[in-house]
């Protein structure tokens, strides 16, 4: 059954929270500081669904203090849950003891949702923008007392609980996880069968790791790599009918256990549509990206010319993924995709903290203020960076700023904080 671990400092709700979720209203002694309680589990069920809930109690505030008994609490909620929710009291914002905890929480691999507690009213919602500070995403308003807000947060925690031992695996910094996608032929499984048996050393087992059957460990560059699905490449199915879809369905997913893809294309041909459905669906999921040219050996000089052309033309849409040429059959440049994979995960987990951003931002719109809307100049507050995997950003604006000024915005932060490999993400918050 999967976890979910509500933590966070002392009287911000916790338990009260849990008797919400357990849809029950016992008498708890949250509001009684010093009360020691250990982690206790609950069976829990929404939507057909059953999970359980832990409510991490536990800390001595006498032992080492306050603070560091929390964060040892937000600790071991990454190491077993499935999911963390991370309660703070959006009456009084965020404190001390609250930044310590978010401070252990955004290396969590492990989902965290940020719940700001305490929001009786829709009045008291625009205050809980200030939690964004936190960096573990979007403040999620409830009120545990009166049940406000409650069961958009359990859908949240529902859509984050994993489906599948799969997503579950991996979790705890073990080998980083790659998909090897592209259109039929392009050389997927002569690529694996290459990086597979360059170092001879393919790994059956990691400590700490469950590695589902369908994917392979591979060492490369000193470390060990997890290809997922790549029972799909080994074994070819080629049925008559359904075969495309079938194909296109087993890419999305082995795109979605992934964290990073490589794709693959065949650089002595055209690029093609086939191409591009693939490279949207990577675009999609958010996932670093890697692109290889692969039949490098088939590549002449004026192909070369041609190719120039078509990426210029077809790849306009991720000028930040790196490139590699390429030939799994000849071993040509195949060690060169490591350090590519490396910088781009690199980028992907990268966090860029408050301060530097909002001096970066300052400086910026001063030189290039964002264009009039309606006759009124739109003004940028603030900007905190949400999330990484991928790298989400949030500004907040007086008004709506236009596609291109938020393309031009984006290019100057990837040229300011070097996300080469990665997608990045703004999203735009108007306050009025
Ligand atoms: P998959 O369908 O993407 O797994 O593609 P395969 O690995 O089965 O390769 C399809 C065909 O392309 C096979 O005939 C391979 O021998 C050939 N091939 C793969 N990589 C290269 C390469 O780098 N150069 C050349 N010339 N042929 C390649």
């Known amino acids: 059954v999967s976890e979910v671990a509500i933590v966070g400092r002392p009287n911000v709700g916790k338990s009260t929270l849990v008797n919400r979720i357990l849809g029950r209203r016992e008498a708890v002694v949250e509001d009684i500081p010093g009360v ?12 057909g669904r059953r999970f359980s809930v832990v409510d991490t109690g536990g800390w001595e505030p006498d032992a080492k203090g306050l603070q560091q008994a ?25 404190t001390a003891t609250d930044e310590a905890v978010a401070r252990v929480l955004r290396r969590s691999k ?23 500070s936190l960096g573990l995403g979007e403040p999620y308003p409830v009120s545990a007392a009166h049940g406000r807000g409650a069961g958009d947060l359990l859908d949240v925690i529902l859509a984050k609980l994993p489906t599948t031992p799969r997503e ?3 979790q705890l910094g073990g080998p980083r996880r790659v998909a090897l996608v592209g259109k039929p032929n392009v050389g997927k499984s002569s690529l694996l069968n290459k990086l597979a048996g360059s170092e001879r050393s393919v790994v059956d087992n990691v400590a700490g790791t469950t590695v589902d059957p369908v994917d392979e460990l591979i060492e490369l560059g000193g470390s060990t790599w997890q290809f997922v699905d790549t029972a799909g490449l080994r074994r070819k199915v080629r049925t008559a009918s359904g075969h495309e879809y079938y194909a296109s369905l ?8 992934a964290e990073i893809a ?9 690029i093609t549509e086939q191409d591009l459905r693939v490279l949207s669906m990577v675009i999609e999921s958010g996932r670093a990206l890697v692109i290889a040219f692969n039949k490098w050996d088939l590549v002449d000089e004026d192909r070369r010319y041609q190719l120039d052309k078509e990426i210029d033309r077809e790849l306009a849409r991720v000028p930040w ?7 799994a059959m000849t071993g040509r440049a195949v060690q060169k995709l490591v350090p590519a994979l490396e910088s781009s995960l690199e980028s992907w987990d990268k966090r860029v903290s408050t301060g530097p951003l909002n001096t970066w931002l300052k400086e910026v719109i001063a030189a290039n203020p964002p264009p009039l809307r309606g006759g009124r100049q739109p003004r940028v507050l603030f900007a905190t960076q949400a999330s990484v995997r991928p790298p989400t950003f949030v500004l907040f604006s007086t008004g709506f700023l236009e596609a291109g000024y938020r393309r031009f915005l984006e290019r100057r932060l ?4 070097e996300f080469d490999g990665s997608p990045v993400r703004i999203n735009v918050r108007v306050r009025e």
Not at 36 to 47: E, K
Not at 111 to 132: H, Q
Not at 321 to 327: K, P, W
Not at 414 to 417: A, C, I, L, P, S
Request: proline letters at 2%; hydrophobic letters at 50%; glycine letters at 2%.
């Open 36 to 47: 020691t309680r250990d982690r206790v589990s609950y069976s829990a069920s929404w939507s």
């Open 70 to 94: 929390v964060a040892a609490q937000a600790e071991r909620a990454m190491n077993t849950a499935d999911v963390i929710v991370v309660v703070v009291d959006a009456t009084v914002g965020a």
């Open 110 to 132: 492990t989902p965290v949702i940020l719940v700001a507690n305490k929001v009786d009213s829709e009045r008291l919602e625009a205050e809980t923008a200030s939690l964004w």
């Open 168 to 170: 579950v695996s991996g």
């Open 250 to 257: 087993r890419t999305r997913a082995a795109i979605d256990a």
């Open 262 to 270: 490589i794709l693959l294309i065949d650089a002595s041909q055209p």
């Open 321 to 327: 993924a790196r490139r590699v040429n390429i030939s």
């Open 414 to 417: 990837r040229e300011q904080f």
